[in-house]
């Protein structure tokens, strides 16, 4: 490859705290406009902000969920610049002393690699409001009730050389921060968003080429799409004989591609300095302990555990760990079957995730529950049912509720495990196909196929498979 292409994130998780980080009122999401703002957010005079010992909390559990340095004294900065949904003219931040110092986060590439991408930082600060630029007749409003929402800053190392690994990285950022329950995750909402530091530079090449800023991706589809784009831009910029200039830049997801919006500030053009009203923030061993405590199996650690008790492959494993409530789903199937964990995977991942993906449902708004699945699955096992009819009753499951069990009697989908009957029908089918049995005989393999067909539309696709094969070579090659 000519050209290398050198990828930073910045994600911002809104913290999941019922409250803001230096003022009471409410991060409920969907209130009506301007009713959840208070003057400390907007820094009236004469207000002083106090930190909210939650959002610290939710900082230090994901620091030590990424093994990064927690800091013994950090510090808030005002970060000064003027937007229409910042009406006090900075924002509380941290910039030289964050809470949460270096760490890492490995993800696996699509050859089946595993790749580390340092973690350079994670900083504590509040969001900003909101501009809302539909329904004013041209105008545009202001929304101020995000104003105050505590964010955790999560920036990686420009470690990232491809959208694809961007995109790999950021999912399992989601998937860590739903874990560890200190982020929602909703992308729509805007509880999870990130901006993507974007620059190529000539491979081989040891200084980093000028980097652009894409603001406010809110999807991974979008991530993708627009580091693609900007990539592909910057490239044919420099090889047209043209300079890269740094700024910021937006996506457009209709015309699929960025757009100018900002120069790129630097550091000093934020004029960071100490926040007057706010104490350093110190954090005692004993805090961290007590946080560490609290933290759950992480999702690299339950995988493993997926593969080493139920004898998963890597792959069923790191599908069914993605997100903590389909472990969760998975397991309490898994408690209730006879302990066939791979039958059980593979109804998780293809029966069941299909029907959510149609319905657009999370795996906590299934319309199967793990009890029922459970015992759908026991019935598969016992061979009282086929995994083909095993599909009719999970129709019935998903549309219907009820009982595996009560289904199959009420249907009628039982299994015929009755040698006798078997034989029976069978040897009524070769009856009444002399012709095939005879090619069969000479050599035709293939007709088996042909008879196994017959045998299970004579028995309405109850007669079990594996008895049915094993009776009917029997039969037909004696």
């Not at 559990?61 to 800091?71: D, T």
């Not at 696996?108 to 991408?117: C, F, Q, S, V």
């Not at 420009?158 to 995750?185: F, Q, T």
């Amino acid at each position: 490859m000519e050209w290398e292409v050198v990828i930073g994130l910045e994600i911002h998780a809104q913290l999941a705290t019922r409250s803001k980080i230096f003022s009471g009122a409410a991060t409920r999401y969907g209130a009506a406009p301007n009713t959840q703002a208070s003057v400390i957010d907007l820094g009236y005079p004469g207000t002083l902000p106090v930190l909210n010992e939650a959002a610290v909390r939710m900082a230090v559990k994901f620091g030590l969920a990424v093994q990064a340095h927690i800091a013994p004294r950090s510090v808030f900065a005002r970060k000064n610049y003027f937007y229409p949904d910042l009406p006090k003219g900075y924002q509380i931040s941290q910039f030289e002393l964050p809470v949460v110092g270096q760490g890492h986060l490995d993800i696996d590439l699509e050859d089946g690699e595993r790749k580390r991408i340092g973690i350079t930082r994670a900083h504590l600060e509040e969001d900003a409001g909101k501009s809302l630029h539909e329904d004013f007749h041209g105008l545009s409003g202001i929304d101020l009730n995000r104003a105050g929402t505590p964010l955790l800053e999560i920036v990686s190392e420009p470690d990232l050389r491809s959208a694809k690994e961007a995109v790999a990285y950021m999912k399992k950022l989601h998937a860590l921060v739903r874990y560890l329950e200190i982020c929602d995750g909703n992308m729509q909402e805007g509880s999870f968003r990130c901006d993507a530091n974007v620059s190529v530079r000539r491979s081989g090449a040891e200084r980093l080429g000028t980097r652009c800023e894409i603001k406010n991706l809110n999807s991974f589809r979008f991530v993708e799409r627009a580091i693609n784009y900007e990539v592909e831009r910057q490239i044919d910029l420099l090889e047209g004989g043209g300079t890269v200039v740094q700024e910021t830049r937006l996506y457009d997801s209709v015309k699929d591609q960025t757009r100018s919006m900002r120069s790129k500030e630097e550091a000093n053009d934020y004029r960071y300095f100490p926040d007057p009203d706010l104490l350093p923030l110190v954090i005692e061993p004993a805090f961290v302990d007590a946080v560490r405590a609290t933290l759950p199996e992480l999702p690299d650690a339950k995988r493993a555990r997926f593969v080493a008790d139920y004898n998963l492959p890597d792959y069923d494993a790191g599908v069914l760990t993605n997100s903590r409530e389909l472990a969760d789903y998975y397991e309490a199937v898994v408690a209730q079957t006879s302990g066939d964990a791979k039958l059980a995977a593979n109804w998780v991942m293809g029966e069941l995730a299909a029907r959510l993906n149609e319905t657009n449902l999370d795996i906590t708004e299934s319309r199967v529950s793990a009890a029922q699945l459970a015992g759908m699955l026991t019935r598969i096992s016992d061979n009282t049912i086929s995994g083909k009819i095993a599909k009719q009753v999970f129709e019935v499951l998903w549309n219907d509720g009820g009982d595996a069990d009560a289904i199959i009697d009420r249907l009628g989908l039982r299994q015929i495990t009755d040698t006798g009957a078997l034989e029976a029908i069978i040897d009524q089918i070769i009856a009444d196909n002399p012709a095939q049995r005879d090619q069969y005989r000479a050599g035709k393999d293939k007709l088996f196929g042909f008879f196994v067909g017959q045998a299970m539309k004579a028995t309405g696709g109850k007669a079990n498979p594996g008895q049915l094969n094993e009776l009917l070579r029997h039969k037909l090659d004696g």
